[in-house]
T-cell receptor
Framework: QKEVEQNSGPLSVPEGAIASLNCTYS??????FFWYRQYSGKSPELIMF????GDKEDGRFTAQLNKASQYVSLLIRDSQPSDSATYLC???????????FGSGTRLQVQP | KAGVTQTPRYLIKTRGQQVTLSCSPI?????VSWYQQTPGQGLQFLFE???????NKGNFPGRFSGRQFSNSRSEMNVSTLELGDSALYLC??????????????FGNGTRLTVT
């Protein structure tokens, strides 16, 4: 079992729709959770981070964390073609300084 | 504020050679981490430096090494290059090594091709 799992996609949504990206993790000691966006040929860009159970909103983005279910998600409202990218989930576990990344979900927003 | 700067952007080397990659963190950031990204393995942690000391190391052979200078700039070195070392090498910085309160900010990466 991978430490951080994501569906590779592609996840295809129409412009204006809500895109829902999911991530599960195996280490119950995980403390902090990050979402990065990576455009093709570019480096990962931090979108959001969340530490506590519940929702955290930032503009069109909402991160949701459920530690009991070991599940973190990212919702993108009013999806735009410019949101088309690979979204990486990353987890930081207690006692470990390194982030563990999922393999990423490719999102395609259709105009 | 300038972002994380990595040089060079592209490198082509042959098997058996060695290579040194450079990273300048965001001003004020003292923690520097290195990651390797390949299509097959995704993003994998190489090592992390803080205050010129390696604080954590990933599961890579000893051919991969690094160091950090007093101004927080970092270099990583790969010796005896193998074809499988072809990858995008990403440097990331954060103010402190405390991952919870210090999200990583990535540079543009160095794309290494080994022929």
């Amino acid at each position: 079992q991978k430490e951080v799992e994501q569906n590779s996609g592609p996840l295809s949504v129409p412009e204006g729709a809500i895109a829902s990206l999911n991530c599960t993790y195996s280490d119950r000691g995980s403390q902090s959770f990050f979402w990065y966006r990576q455009y093709s040929g570019k480096s990962p860009e931090l979108i959001m981070f969340i530490y506590s159970n519940g929702d955290k909103e930032d503009g069109r983005f909402t991160a949701q964390l459920n530690k009991a279910s070991q599940y973190v998600s990212l919702l993108i409202r009013d999806s735009q073609p410019s949101d088309s990218a690979t979204y990486l989930c990353a987890v930081n576990s207690a006692g470990r300084r390194a982030l563990t990344f999922g393999s990423g979900t490719r999102l395609q927003v259709q105009p | 504020k300038a972002g994380v700067t990595q040089t060079p952007r592209y490198l082509i080397k042959t098997r058996g050679q060695q290579v040194t990659l450079s990273c300048s963190p965001i001003s004020g950031h003292r923690s520097v981490s290195w990651y390797q990204q390949t299509p097959g393995q995704g993003l994998q942690f190489l090592f992390e430096y803080f205050s010129e000391t390696q604080r954590n190391k990933g599961n890579f052979p000893g051919r991969f090494s690094g160091r950090q200078f007093s101004n927080s700039r970092s270099e990583m070195n790969v010796s005896t290059l193998e074809l499988g070392d072809s990858a995008l090498y990403l440097c990331a910085s954060s103010p402190t090594p405390d991952g919870k309160n210090s999200p990583l900010h990535f540079g543009n990466g160095t794309r290494l091709t080994v022929t």
